[in-house]
């Protein structure tokens, strides 16, 4: 399939809310059913999004008409196309990017890991989209093989605490690869974001405190239609920073911008998810503000380890509101991606944990 038309698949499938297998699945019944000869597609490539059933009686359906698989395939993503416009200028711009961050005390859950992929799975819809490691572990900047900034050259840190030169977008550097190839960019960890907290501790200015990451982030926000936030496992001003940052900002629609919370299907994670709801409450409450929590995302979930997971599953599905966006299976791939220094949606493209993130950055998006 051509790498144009696999885009653009995988971009209105994501406008329309619609799983990429069930979009070609239609398309080829509209195919199916055309009265006339679809007009010819050049192709190449061969990734199949087709069910081993259909498959098989689609390949069929193209040897009776005398073309070849990849050719109806590709014809019938275009009658899918065609039929299925692209709703997004109906629906109302955001001033500015939409801000999510991926926040939990507890480390371990998976943040870097699924705001990378949330990230990757947006930019590869076609929105330019900016990653952000604000954690000074870097985790997310080792992952993208990128390395950290050195501790004497500008960084987030020193912009948010004004001590830096030149501008920030000079720190961006481009994710290359897969289908979000210029769409995605990262804002490297520095080292010194571990003196943030304390920084912004004895800091005297009137909320600079909260407003230190917004302010700082501010000469971008025209640039991009996210800005994705991978926070640092912490309760402290740094967070206060981010949260203030996700706000529903005034003449926002609700839940727009807000945070997402990896967990995982144990106890410890509900406990650290009390921790944290208790700080969206003070904030919320001191400020006067409104702080969206979008939702949950189950990560590295395996029904094999019996009722712990599965139960604790149960639980974070009752809670209702907040809603369970997501649930991460725990495979190899995303393990893999880490070791070999790659994007998941480059390594394993069309994994089940490439399409989970697919599927949150949906509803995320919607």
């Not at 080829?28 to 498959?55: I, M, N």
């Not at 920030?168 to 571990?194: N, Q, R, T």
């Not at 640092?232 to 911008?257: N, Q, V």
Request: hydrophobic fraction near 40%; glycine fraction near 6%; charged fraction near 25%.
């Amino acid at each position: 399939m051509p790498t144009d038309l696999r885009k653009e698949l995988k971009v209105r499938a994501a406008e329309l809310d619609k799983d990429i297998q069930d979009a070609v699945a239609e398309g080829v019944a509209a195919w199916r059913k055309a009265k006339k000869p679809a007009v010819p597609v050049d192709t190449s490539g061969g990734t199949s999004y087709l069910s081993a059933g259909l498959y098989e009686s689609f390949k069929q359906d193209c040897k009776s008409r005398g073309i070849s698989y990849n050719q109806g395939i590709a014809q019938a993503i275009r009658l899918w196309l065609d039929g299925n416009p692209s709703p997004r200028p109906k629906q109302p711009r955001v001033t500015g990017a939409r801000r999510i961050i991926f926040g939990n005390q507890k480390g371990g859950v998976g943040k870097t890991s699924v705001s990378a992929g949330v990230a990757q799975a947006l930019a590869e819809t076609g929105h330019r989209t900016l990653l952000i490691d604000f954690d000074p572990q870097g985790h997310l900047t080792k992952q993208l093989a990128h390395p950290m900034l050195d501790i004497d050259e500008a960084s987030l840190a020193k912009h948010m605490l004004s001590e830096a030169r030149g501008d920030l977008s000079e720190l961006l550097v481009p994710i290359k690869g897969g289908d979000f190839e210029d769409h995605l960019w990262l804002l490297p960890a520095c080292k010194d974001a571990f003196l943030l907290d304390a920084r912004l501790a004895t800091t005297r200015a009137v909320r600079v405190k909260e407003t230190a990451l917004e302010k700082a982030l501010e000469p971008l926000e025209q640039d991009f239609d996210y800005i994705i936030v991978d926070c640092p496992p912490s309760l402290g001003y740094s967070m206060d920073t981010a949260l203030y940052y996700c706000r529903t900002r005034e003449g926002e629609e609700p839940s727009t911008s807000g945070i997402v919370i990896p967990v995982l299907a144990e106890d410890s994670s509900a406990d650290a998810y009390d921790m944290l709801y208790e700080q969206v409450q003070d904030l919320t409450e001191d400020l006067d503000l409104e702080i969206a929590m979008l939702g949950f995302v189950v990560n590295m979930y395996d029904s094999r380890k019996g009722f712990v997971a599965t139960s604790s599953l149960e639980e974070w599905n009752k809670i209702g509101e907040p809603p369970v966006l997501a649930v991460v299976p725990e495979l190899k791939d995303q393990r893999e991606a880490v070791r070999v220094k790659k994007p998941l949606l480059v390594h394993t493209p069309y994994g089940e944990q490439a399409e989970v993130m697919r599927t949150e950055a949906r509803r995320i998006s919607a």
